[in-house]
């Protein structure tokens, strides 16, 4: 088994390299397998780039070199002998289609919007981008929309804008995470969190003691944990969304008289409002 750490341009183009050089790849092979990457690039340019001829078969051709690439990769898991195998016996179009399957698997899960064109695969010949790397992100990042998404829906959302930094839609996701938490806490699995819910949570802070609140707290985060399917709670907890810390240090200082909810819960606005420069006596 040999380990491929380092590297000066793509790693489809290494092995190929490395194979013909080493005598594994005969030039019938070689010729065979240029051909195939010409096809498949001929086809990536008719399908999926602008109508400037010279312009769009430059890019599919960085296309189908960047999703062989992550296709080969994903594969041979980084070790360079499977690699070769794998090109003689099964040839770049069997790479190809591994990388596409990547890619779609991608477009499924982030509704083919915007957000992760095609063009992001591209890879120029003497390029030393990761895109093992930089897939593995795209995914995470498509998986913390959709599930912004879904929880926009339960908790009586619009649709979010899909051009939102991630960091604006991890925020939302803590905040709704958080809304049902605190819900749970105070007996209601559904609903809004509204003007008898902060009552209901200001007397318990005012009349149970810490260490019970503390404690029924823990409950409804575990409660909440188990809302969710592993690979959702996978997706959170790579965030450290369901930490809730914030959420914890609330139950500690227990301070009823400036009870800082807006930004940590999901909010009617009349309620925002009135908490923006409320104080309680």
Same mark, same amino acid.
């Given at each position: ?108 899960? @982030? ?7 095609? &063009?992001?695969?591209?890879? /120029?010949?003497? #390029?030393?981008? %990761? !895109?093992? =790397? ?85 409950? @409804? ?7 969710? &399917?592993?690979?959702?709670? /996978?997706?959170? #907890?790579?965030? %450290? !969304?369901? =930490? ?38």
């Amino acid at each position: 088994m040999e380990m491929i750490t380092a590297r000066k341009k793509p790693f489809f183009l290494t092995m190929l390299q490395e194979g013909e050089a080493q005598g594994i790849f005969s030039p019938t092979f070689l010729t065979k397998n240029s051909t195939m990457l010409t096809d498949m690039s001929l086809q990536i340019a008719a399908k999926h780039f602008s109508t400037v001829y010279a312009d769009k078969l430059k890019k599919a051709c960085e296309v189908t070199l960047g999703l062989c690439d992550l296709g080969l990769l994903s594969l041979c898991k980084n070790d360079s002998e499977i690699a070769k195998t794998i090109l003689l016996e099964k040839s770049v179009v069997y790479c190809f289609r591994a990388g596409w399957a990547e890619y779609a698997a991608l477009q499924a899960l @982030s509704g083919k919007n915007d957000n992760f064109p095609l &063009s992001l695969y591209a890879l /120029a010949m003497n #390029s030393e981008s %990761n !895109l093992v =790397d930089m897939h593995a992100q795209n995914m995470h990042q498509a998986s913390v929309r959709q599930l912004h998404q879904l929880l926009g829906k339960k908790h009586g959302q619009g649709a979010p804008f899909f051009f939102m930094e991630i960091t604006e839609i991890e925020a939302g996701i803590q905040r709704y995470l958080n809304t049902e938490v605190l819900l749970h806490f105070l007996g209601r699995s559904e609903g809004v969190f509204g003007q008898q819910a902060h009552q209901a949570l200001l007397q318990s802070f005012e009349n149970t003691k810490s260490t019970v609140t503390l404690a029924k707290l823990e409950t @409804s985060i575990i409660s909440v944990h188990a809302r969710y &399917s592993k690979e959702q709670r /996978a997706t959170l #907890s790579h965030d %450290n !969304l369901l =930490d809730f810390s914030e959420l914890r240090q609330l139950f500690i200082i227990k301070n009823t008289k400036n009870l800082p909810l807006s930004g940590l819960i999901e909010l009617p606005c009349e309620l925002e409002l009135s908490l923006s420069g409320a104080y309680y006596a």
